[in-house]
């Protein structure tokens, strides 16, 4: 499967826990965005990476979340401290990008969390 | 306040027949707008993405539709199938440095055979 997958599908926690995601990407692709999707919404933006690098966080990635893409490759995703509001769908997408052109994305499954 | 509205909120259709979705936003200045499809519990799938140049953008039997001056869009859906059952949700992102897109909510989509 070369799509974009992400481990674990479905976390269970207590509040209070720390968990962590994962996203593989599309082989090659320089961009990665990481979103948050709750039941009957649409997905709310997070963060992008383009490779290594963080460019965008959004104002809703509160101090207890951080995100790495530590070789350009693979990122991760980390709530500390979790909270009940914490629950959602987590997803990540990939992108192949040139310059200013809008790129187009690759969802991941998602990984959904229960905050108990 | 950057929105983005989309009506109506579900729909329900019997296979074979059209359906037009809407989207209204008031995202300044415009960068691009893009229609997903999403299945329950998978990730979105992207369908079509449109730049202020362009006004008509088709996938198969999605056509989606851009008018930047009175700021909507719609997604036209042709001959509607069973698998077409799912959430469509229009992403509205503004001209800048950074990349913060605006979501809509989503319309839930019905086909019954």
């Known amino acids: 499967d070369t799509g974009v997958s992400q481990n674990p599908r479905h976390k269970i926690t207590k509040r209070g826990q720390n968990v962590t995601f994962r996203c593989d990407p599309i082989?090659?692709?320089?961009?990665l965005y990481w979103y948050r999707q709750t039941l009957g919404q649409g997905p709310e933006f997070l963060t992008y990476?383009?490779?290594?690098?963080?460019?965008?966080k959004s104002r809703l990635l509160s101090d207890r979340f951080s995100a790495e893409r530590p070789k350009g490759s693979f990122s991760t995703l980390e709530i500390q401290r979790t909270e009940q509001g914490d629950s959602a769908m987590y997803l990540c997408?990939?992108?192949?990008?040139?310059?200013?052109?809008?790129?187009?994305?690759?969802f991941g499954p998602g990984t959904r969390l229960t905050v108990l | 306040k950057n929105q983005v509205e989309q009506s109506p909120q579900s729909l329900i259709i019997l296979e074979g027949k059209n359906c037009t979705l809407q989207c209204n936003y008031t995202v300044s200045p415009f960068s691009n707008l893009r229609w997903y499809k999403q299945d329950t519990g998978r990730g979105p799938v992207s369908l079509t993405i449109?730049?202020?140049?362009?006004n008509t953008k088709s996938n198969g039997r999605y056509t989606a539709t851009l008018d930047a001056d009175t700021k909507q869009s719609s997604l036209h859906i042709t001959a509607s199938q069973l698998s077409d059952s799912a959430s469509y949700i229009c992403?509205?992102?503004?001209?800048?440095?950074?990349?913060?897109?605006?979501f809509g909510r989503g319309t839930s989509l019905i086909v019954h055979p």
């Open positions: 449109m730049t202020f140049s362009e």
């Open positions: 990476f383009q490779n290594e690098a963080q460019l965008e």
């Open positions: 992403v509205v992102s503004a001209e800048g440095g950074s990349y913060i897109p605006t």
């Open positions: 997408a990939s992108s192949l990008s040139f310059g200013g052109a809008p790129d187009t994305q690759y």
């Open positions: 082989s090659e692709h320089n961009r």
